[in-house]
């Protein structure tokens, strides 16, 4: 221990080089540790935002695509699926239930998705968990929506107000639903996924709203009032996706193949584990690349240790002689040297922690607000741990280096002290 | 059991490396213990090798070197350092502290790497800080903004006095001084030695005080000339 109370004054000695390399080799753990945790935490969030779907239905086009749309709210669907195909598959005698979701519109830059009532009774996220209402209850009117907790929460909305949808999903929007207003009637707790972001409403709103649209664009000289729209057949020409559950999982590949090979229609059914499972192969190379960067990252900041340590070498030969003299051996001076090196690491990746704490504090309600993806700040993980100690390791093993050199000095020079 | 000498040296033996020729031929050298010795040597001459020999951190290509009665070329590298930790105490020309460490720590320093000295260092019941603090004030050096200031802004006579408190420490049996007096000035010189001597007697150390000033010579009851007893010195003359 002796060995390492003079490791540490002598590195109080050069704290100004000592003080770059600790923010260079904390800048870089931090960044390491923080590019991992946003990984986990991003796949966390994904993975966590369906549950107990058995299958994804839209019309045919990527497994992934179809993924990122109908549950994510990322991109747009290429196509529809018409009413009468869904209707027909949800009378499957292999399906429990089924979960349309018709989307397209948004309410200032929140999507507006279209459903039915089965939605807050199936849908589950995490770990099987259903969707709970914070205040009110599911729609049951046409023009009644039901607001995720971030919308709410963020637009300041609360039960009996009326919000006004707008055509298109982009978050400006120049053509509005402003003749026919929905109510808020319900406000679901927060569950930490993308329906947080969303507005629900019944899927015959949805078509009320687009009464008088026709291909896209508001029939001219057409006007048809909230009421009047009541009074027609508002079953949905088309929707855009629907979730599935089967009665029993075992079933789930045979109503695929079905779905898949379904002769009226180009329909395409996904397991979201493996959709999303495609997703994670196709994001992991820029993961990796990434990952790669920032291990990169980390080898120049020890890099620099080696630099500071090997530098300082020649003009410590004097102190090394010295501590010879009064009784330091040979093994004492690699301890001495390589235990500088560790001890840089160490504050190091201590520092890195803190600063990535303190960056995860002051980004976290910025990336919830504009990625939905909330980081929590929590302990660090065992990979995380596991990271660090990967970090430490490579730090004795470089500092070795130096701490080799100046035990060869120290043989070489014994005690005699050369300038 | 009779008393052993402080250092016995036969027929020592010494050259750098194996195809390199030899430096130093000693047939014999013996100083009893409590003795104070000049070894009076130019540049040159093998004085820095002998000071390695006999502290063992050198290893002769033959002969023997008997410090207390052990004979350190015998040891193992890991005892020899021990015993050298242990048994002596260097003062070296210049620049003798460790930069980083406090004059204190600088005093103490030996006590880190020797239990003994350690032990014998609060043997009195002092803690090893009065301990330093006493050698400190014995060499004049207890004032308490001396001590507080770094190592590198104390003079070069300050500079030699907190490195002879360091090679006190403990007490060991054996001090080597290797021109501690050459940075300093005449007035000084014979101060400094005033004060080593005195700290040599009360501690009982053996004192080789190796040096070319022949000035101080006088001052040391027994004299050896190393190029008189170095064999290849004389040759090479």
Redesign the interface.
């Known amino acids: 221990m002796a060995i390492f109370s003079l490791a540490f004054k002598s590195l109080l000695n050069r704290r100004f080089t000592a003080s770059l390399v600790l923010l260079s080799i904390a800048l870089s753990v931090s960044l390491l540790l923080g590019v991992e945790r946003l990984r986990v935490e991003s796949r966390n969030s994904f993975a966590n935002t369906i549950s107990a779907t058995d299958l994804v239905v839209g019309a045919r086009s990527g497994a992934i695509n179809l993924l990122l749309y109908s549950v994510f709210r990322i991109g747009d669907a290429t196509n529809n699926i018409s009413w009468k195909s869904y209707e027909e598959l949800s009378r499957h005698p292999l399906v429990d239930w089924t979960i349309p979701i018709s989307l397209g519109d948004s309410h200032r830059g929140y999507r507006v998705m279209g459903t039915d009532q089965g939605y807050f009774q199936h849908y589950k996220y995490a770990q099987k968990r259903s969707l709970t209402f914070h205040q009110g209850q599911p729609f049951e009117k046409v023009y009644q929506a039901v607001l995720g907790h971030e919308v709410a929460r963020k637009l300041g909305y609360r039960l009996g107000q009326d919000i006004i949808i707008a055509h298109g999903a982009g978050k400006t929007s120049f053509t509005l639903h402003d003749d026919k207003p929905f109510r808020v009637v319900g406000i679901l707790n927060a569950t930490g996924t993308p329906v947080d972001r969303t507005v629900h409403v019944p899927l015959q709103g949805i078509e009320a709203i687009h009464a008088d649209w026709f291909a896209g664009r508001q029939v001219r000289g057409l006007t048809i009032s909230a009421d009047e729209a009541l009074e027609r057949d508002l079953t949905p020409k088309a929707i855009t996706a629907f979730l599935v559950g089967l009665k029993s999982r075992i079933a789930t590949f045979q109503v695929q193949r079905e779905i898949n090979d379904y002769r009226k229609e180009p329909l395409l059914a996904v397991l979201p584990g493996v959709a999303l499972q495609q997703l994670w192969d196709l994001i992991a190379v820029a993961e990796n690349a990434l990952l790669i960067i920032t291990v990169l990252v980390v080898a120049v900041g020890l890099i620099g240790i080696l630099t500071v340590m090997l530098a300082s070498l020649n003009e410590r030969r004097r102190e090394m002689a010295i501590l010879r003299s009064v009784g330091a051996r040979p093994g004492h001076i690699l301890l001495l040297v390589t235990g500088e090196s560790l001890l840089l690491s160490l504050i190091g990746i201590a520092l890195g922690l803190l600063l990535l704490y303190a960056g995860l504090m002051l980004a976290q309600s910025y990336i919830e607000a504009h990625y939905g993806l909330h980081l929590p700040i929590g302990l660090p993980s065992f990979r995380e741990w596991q990271i660090l100690g990967l970090v430490g390791t490579s730090a004795v093993v470089i500092g070795l280096i130096p701490g080799y050199r100046a035990y060869r000095y120290s043989l070489a020079d014994g005690m005699s002290i050369r300038i | 059991m009779p008393q052993t000498a402080a250092i016995e040296v036969r027929n020592l033996r010494f050259r750098w490396r194996r195809e390199l020729p030899e430096v130093l031929h000693i047939k014999a050298l013996e100083v009893a213990r409590g003795e104070r010795i000049f070894i009076r040597g130019a540049s040159g001459s093998g004085k ?1 090798t002998l ?2 020999l006999l ?1 063992g ?2 290893l002769p290509s033959g002969g023997d070197v008997e410090v207390l009665g052990e004979t350190v070329n015998r040891l193992s ?2 005892r020899r ?2 015993f ?3 048994h002596i105490g ?1 003062i ?2 210049l ?7 406090s004059v204190l ?1 600088n005093v103490t ?2 006590c ?3 239990r003994r000295r350690k032990e014998k260092a609060t043997l009195s019941g002092n803690t090893l800080h009065d301990e330093a603090m006493r050698l400190l004030a014995h060499l004049d050096l207890a004032d308490d903004d001396l001590i507080h200031r770094p190592v590198t802004e104390l003079s070069v006579g300050q500079q030699q006095r907190v490195a002879t408190a ?1 090679a006190l420490i403990g007490a060991p049996e054996i001090l080597i001084a290797d021109e501690p007096t050459s940075a300093l000035d005449s007035d000084m010189r014979q101060a400094f030695l005033r004060l080593l001597f005195q700290e040599c007697e009360e501690t009982g150390s053996t004192l080789l005080f190796v040096s070319h000033d022949r000035q101080l010579e006088v001052l040391f009851e027994q004299h050896i000339a190393l190029d008189e007893i170095n064999e290849l010195a004389q040759e090479g003359v």
């Open positions: 820095s000071l390695a502290a951190v050198n590298s890991a350092d021990h050298r930790s242990d260097f070296f020309q620049f003798n502290l460790i930069p980083y460490l720590d320093l030996p880190r790497f020797s360091r």
